[in-house]
C-alpha cells in the first residue's frame, strides 16, 4: 500500500475525532427537559406534578448545563450571533426599567427575573444544537407538547366557553393557547411530510386536526388571523413550491370542515367588529374589542409619559387600571421596556428573517432541511402579524423559534469547506509532511519534502 495513503488512513480518522466536540448529553438532556416542562406544562394537568417546582428545576439545571458547555461545544461563546447580544440587551434594559419602575419595582423585577431565563435556554440552544438531529428533537417536542396540550384542553374544557383558563400558565389564556397553536402548526406539517412510516403520517395528521379543532374552540381572532397568514405562506412553501397541491385543497376543505363543526363563536367574535350585537357572544366580543382599543390608547400615552425605560415588565396591567394587556406585543414591550427595549426585540426578530432569507437562497439544502425552512419561515412570518393582535412579548415559542434558525444557519455555514486546514488538521498534516492539494473539493494530499 501506499505510505502517504496508509498515513491518511490510519491518522485522518484520529484528526476528526479529536475535532469532534464533546457530546454533552447531560446538558442537552436538561434542555431538552425544559422544552417539555414549558411546552407541555404536565404541572398544571397532572395533579400530583403541581407540588414539584419542575420549571425552576429544569431552569436550573439547563443553567448548570450551559456553565458546564462552555469551552467544550463545538461552538464557543464568541461565536454567538448577534441576536444573542439583541436578546441579552433587552433583558438589561428591562432590568433597568424595574428599578426605575413607576408603578412597582418589585412585581417587574420578579416578572423580568422569570423572563430572563429564556436567555440561559437561547444561548444553550444555539451550543448545543450542532446537528440537525438535535435540532429536529427539540421542534418535535414542542410539537407533541402543543398536539397533547390541545387534547388535555379539549377533554377538560369541551363544555366551557373559549377553552379559557383549562390549562394555567401559558395556555390559561384562549388567545395565547391560539398563538401558541398557530405558530407550531407549520413544524407538525413539516413532521408529516416527512414522515416516513403509515403509523407516523397518521399520527401527525391527526394531531394537525386536533390542534385545529382546539384553535377554532378558542375563538380566538387574533388565533385566527394568524392562521390565515401562517397557513397562507406554509401553503406556499410546502404547496405551491413543493409541488404538492393536493395540501392547499386539502387545507382549505379542512378549514371549511373546522369552522362548520366549531366555527360558531368565532364567527360571531369576528362579526361583532362591525358593532352590530346580536346575541350575547356577540356582545362579549364587541365588548372586548372596545377595550383593546381603549388599552392601546392607554398604552401609547405611558409610551409618550416614560419613553426611554418604560413602567416594568407586567406593569402595565396596573397602571391601565383596566388590569389586562395591551394586546399588541409591539406596544405591550414600548411601554413596559422603553423605546429601546423595542428597538432590540424588532432587530432580535430581524435576525430570524435574515438567517432564514441565507438559508432560503441556497440550492444545495435536502428534503428535510428545506421543509423545517419553510416550517420555520411560517411560523416567523406567522408570529409578526399575529404580534399585532396579541400581547405575546413573553411568551417563549417566538424567541425558541428565533434559535432554531440561528442554530440551522451555524450548521448550514459549518458545513461549508474551510479555505485554511483546522489546527487539528495543520497539526497531523505538517506532522507527516502531508499538505492540501488543488481545489477545496479536493480530498487528495501530496507529499513535500
Same mark, same amino acid.
Given at each position: =500500500?501506499?505510505?502517504?495513503?496508509?498515513?491518511?488512513?490510519?491518522?485522518?480518522?484520529?484528526?476528526?475525532?479529536?475535532?469532534?466536540?464533546?457530546? /454533552?448529553?447531560?446538558?442537552?438532556?436538561?434542555?431538552?427537559?425544559?422544552?417539555?416542562?414549558?411546552?407541555?406544562?404536565?404541572?398544571?394537568?397532572?395533579?400530583?406534578?403541581?407540588?414539584?417546582?419542575?420549571? #425552576?428545576?429544569?431552569?436550573?439545571?439547563?443553567?448548570?448545563?450551559?456553565?458546564?458547555? /462552555?469551552?467544550?461545544?463545538?461552538?464557543?461563546?464568541?461565536?454567538?450571533?448577534?441576536?444573542?447580544?439583541?436578546?441579552?440587551?433587552?433583558?438589561?434594559?428591562?432590568?433597568?426599567?424595574?428599578?426605575?419602575?413607576?408603578?412597582?419595582?418589585?412585581?417587574?423585577?420578579?416578572?423580568?427575573?422569570?423572563?430572563? #431565563?429564556?436567555?440561559?435556554?437561547?444561548?444553550?440552544?444555539?451550543?448545543?444544537?450542532?446537528?440537525?438531529?438535535?435540532?429536529?428533537?427539540?421542534?418535535?417536542?414542542?410539537?407533541?407538547?402543543?398536539?397533547?396540550?390541545? *387534547?388535555?384542553?379539549?377533554?377538560?374544557?369541551?363544555?366551557?366557553?373559549?377553552?379559557?383558563?383549562?390549562?394555567?400558565?401559558?395556555?390559561?389564556?384562549?388567545?395565547?393557547?391560539?398563538?401558541?397553536?398557530?405558530?407550531?402548526?407549520?413544524?407538525?406539517?413539516?413532521?408529516?411530510?416527512?414522515?416516513?412510516?403509515?403509523?407516523?403520517?397518521?399520527?401527525?395528521?391527526?394531531?394537525?386536526?386536533? =390542534?385545529?379543532?382546539?384553535?377554532? =374552540?378558542?375563538?380566538?381572532?387574533?388565533?385566527?388571523?394568524?392562521?390565515?397568514?401562517?397557513?397562507?405562506?406554509?401553503?406556499?412553501?410546502?404547496? *405551491? $413550491?413543493?409541488?404538492?397541491? +393536493? &395540501?392547499? *385543497?386539502?387545507?382549505?376543505?379542512?378549514?371549511?370542515?373546522?369552522?362548520?363543526?366549531?366555527?360558531?363563536?368565532?364567527?360571531?367574535?369576528?362579526?361583532?367588529?362591525?358593532? #352590530?350585537?346580536?346575541?350575547?357572544?356577540?356582545?362579549?366580543?364587541?365588548?372586548?374589542?372596545?377595550?383593546?382599543?381603549?388599552?392601546?390608547?392607554?398604552?401609547?400615552?405611558?409610551?409618550?409619559?416614560?419613553?426611554?425605560?418604560?413602567?416594568?415588565?407586567?406593569?402595565?396591567?396596573? +397602571?391601565?387600571?383596566?388590569?389586562?394587556?395591551?394586546?399588541?406585543? +409591539?406596544?405591550?414591550?414600548?411601554?413596559?421596556?422603553?423605546?429601546?427595549?423595542?428597538?432590540?426585540?424588532?432587530?432580535?426578530?430581524?435576525?430570524?428573517?435574515?438567517?432564514?432569507?441565507? &438559508?432560503?437562497?441556497?440550492?444545495?439544502?435536502?428534503?428535510?432541511?428545506?421543509?423545517?425552512?419553510?416550517?420555520?419561515?411560517?411560523?416567523?412570518?406567522?408570529?409578526?402579524?399575529?404580534?399585532?393582535?396579541?400581547?405575546?412579548?413573553?411568551?417563549?415559542?417566538?424567541?425558541?423559534?428565533?434559535?432554531?434558525?440561528?442554530?440551522?444557519?451555524?450548521?448550514?455555514?459549518?458545513?461549508?469547506?474551510?479555505?485554511?486546514?483546522?489546527?487539528?488538521?495543520?497539526?497531523?498534516?505538517?506532522?507527516?509532511?502531508?499538505?492540501?492539494?488543488? $481545489?477545496?473539493?479536493?480530498?487528495?494530499?501530496?507529499?513535500?519534502?
Amino acid at each position: =500500500m501506499d505510505p502517504v495513503r496508509a498515513a491518511e488512513q490510519t491518522i485522518a480518522p484520529r484528526a476528526v475525532e479529536l475535532q469532534k466536540p464533546a457530546s /454533552l448529553n447531560g446538558a442537552f438532556f436538561w434542555l431538552s427537559a425544559f422544552y417539555v416542562i414549558y411546552c407541555a406544562r404536565p404541572e398544571d394537568w397532572i395533579p400530583v406534578l403541581g407540588y414539584i417546582p419542575l420549571a #425552576k428545576i429544569s431552569g436550573v439545571f439547563a443553567l448548570l448545563g450551559l456553565l458546564s458547555s /462552555l469551552g467544550k461545544t463545538q461552538r464557543r461563546i464568541r461565536d454567538l450571533p448577534r441576536e444573542s447580544n439583541y436578546l441579552l440587551g433587552m433583558i438589561g434594559v428591562l432590568f433597568i426599567s424595574a428599578a426605575l419602575s413607576p408603578v412597582w419595582k418589585g412585581g417587574a423585577l420578579t416578572h423580568t427575573l422569570d423572563f430572563a #431565563k429564556v436567555w440561559v435556554v437561547w444561548i444553550l440552544t444555539f451550543l448545543l444544537v450542532t446537528d440537525f438531529a438535535r435540532l429536529r428533537r427539540l421542534v418535535y417536542i414542542q410539537s407533541a407538547s402543543v398536539a397533547v396540550i390541545c *387534547v388535555v384542553s379539549i377533554i377538560l374544557g369541551h363544555n366551557q366557553p373559549r377553552l379559557e383558563g383549562v390549562i394555567g400558565g401559558i395556555y390559561s389564556n384562549s388567545n395565547d393557547l391560539a398563538f401558541a397553536i398557530v405558530l407550531t402548526l407549520p413544524f407538525c406539517l413539516a413532521f408529516l411530510l416527512s414522515a416516513k412510516g403509515v403509523l407516523a403520517r397518521l399520527s401527525w395528521t391527526g394531531a394537525i386536526l386536533i =390542534m385545529g379543532l382546539a384553535l377554532f =374552540m378558542t375563538a380566538s381572532r387574533a388565533g385566527f388571523i394568524t392562521l390565515v397568514i401562517s397557513g397562507t405562506v406554509c401553503l406556499w412553501h410546502f404547496g *405551491v $413550491k413543493g409541488r404538492r397541491f +393536493y &395540501l392547499v *385543497v386539502g387545507s382549505v376543505l379542512t378549514v371549511v370542515i373546522l369552522l362548520a363543526v366549531a366555527g360558531r363563536p368565532l364567527a360571531d367574535r369576528m362579526a361583532a367588529i362591525s358593532g #352590530k350585537v346580536e346575541n350575547q357572544e356577540e356582545g362579549r366580543a364587541y365588548s372586548s374589542y372596545e377595550q383593546r382599543r381603549y388599552l392601546m390608547s392607554k398604552a401609547i400615552e405611558g409610551i409618550e409619559r416614560y419613553p426611554i425605560f418604560g413602567l416594568g415588565v407586567h406593569n402595565f396591567q396596573v +397602571y391601565s387600571d383596566d388590569w389586562h394587556d395591551v394586546h399588541m406585543t +409591539y406596544l405591550q414591550i414600548a411601554v413596559e421596556g422603553g423605546i429601546p427595549s423595542l428597538i432590540l426585540y424588532l432587530l432580535f426578530i430581524a435576525s430570524a428573517f435574515r438567517n432564514l432569507r441565507k &438559508l432560503r437562497r441556497r440550492k444545495d439544502l435536502d428534503a428535510q432541511t428545506t421543509l423545517f425552512v419553510g416550517g420555520l419561515h411560517s411560523s416567523m412570518i406567522g408570529f409578526v402579524i399575529g404580534a399585532l393582535f396579541a400581547p405575546e412579548a413573553y411568551q417563549f415559542f417566538p424567541y425558541f423559534a428565533v434559535a432554531y434558525a440561528s442554530a440551522l444557519a451555524a450548521m448550514i455555514n459549518e458545513r461549508e469547506p474551510a479555505s485554511e486546514p483546522s489546527p487539528v488538521g495543520k497539526d497531523w498534516r505538517s506532522r507527516y509532511g502531508m499538505v492540501r492539494a488543488g $481545489k477545496k473539493k479536493s480530498g487528495d494530499f501530496t507529499l513535500v519534502h
